[in-house]
């Protein structure tokens, strides 16, 4: 049972480069989400997508691009890192039944950006 | 504007004891609540409470809610130095399914 796996799980680079932190997951979840967490402000919504081709921005999503083609992938990319962007990255995923379900986290992407 | 206050932000105790970490809410159209614990990766689920006055209970751990003052507990009996960790709180939406994260209580039990 995989669950959901993030990579790389760190990662240095330099200011305006462009990154791209993958999520992938085994469940067929519907939903899957993006935070990042940083020390001061807990976790933060970056963008969530309700099902493939779906995405929604979140609490905090300037800098950052998704898409979700097939269900089991969304990948993140910064698409000119900036220094502000060092944080760990936490992808998510849950299930849609109609009713509330937990979400269920990767290990997260350390990164950081000099 | 939603938000989630947990408290104490930190909190020192020795094994053996119990511990009561809170966590309450200002959020509309609350769906429920869920109860996480990082240790040094992922966060782990705990717990989800979406009816008032009925605990949950998983082992040592607890957790009850009151949907009238807007609040939750999480109890922890007989602490372990396995209990360390950050304890989030996080309410669900209604409208989108959205989480509204605290930021969470750390936890260090000393042996």
């Known amino acids: 049972d995989a669950g959901i796996t993030q990579s790389p799980r760190y990662k240095i680079t330099e200011t305006g480069r462009q990154v791209t932190l993958m999520c992938h997951q085994t469940?067929?979840?519907?939903?899957m989400f993006w935070y990042r967490q940083d020390l001061g402000h807990g976790l933060r919504l970056i963008y969530y997508?309700?099902?493939?081709?779906?995405?929604d921005k979140g609490e905090v999503p300037d800098g950052y691009v998704v898409s979700r083609s097939k269900t089991e992938n969304f990948p993140l990319t910064l698409e000119s890192a900036t220094r502000s962007q060092t944080s760990v990255y936490f992808c998510a995923s849950s299930e849609w039944t109609g009713q509330s379900q937990p979400q269920h986290f990767g290990d997260g992407t350390r990164l950081s950006i000099l | 504007e939603d938000k989630v206050v947990q408290s104490p932000l930190s909190l020192v105790v020795h094994e053996g004891d119990t511990v009561t970490l809170n966590c309450s809410y200002e959020v509309t159209n609350f769906r429920s609540l869920l109860w996480y614990k990082q240790e040094k990766k992922a966060p782990t689920f705990l717990f989800m409470l979406?009816?008032s006055g009925i605990e949950k209970k998983s082992g040592r751990l607890s957790s009850i809610l009151d949907k009238k003052e807007l609040f939750s507990i999480l109890n922890i009996t007989a602490t372990q130095t396995g209990d360390s960790a950050i304890y989030l709180c996080a309410v669900e939406r209604d409208s989108n399914y959205q989480l509204i994260w605290g930021a969470g209580t750390k936890l260090i039990i000393k042996p």
């Open positions: 469940w067929s979840h519907s939903y």
């Open positions: 997508s309700a099902a493939a081709d779906i995405t």
């Open positions: 979406t009816s």
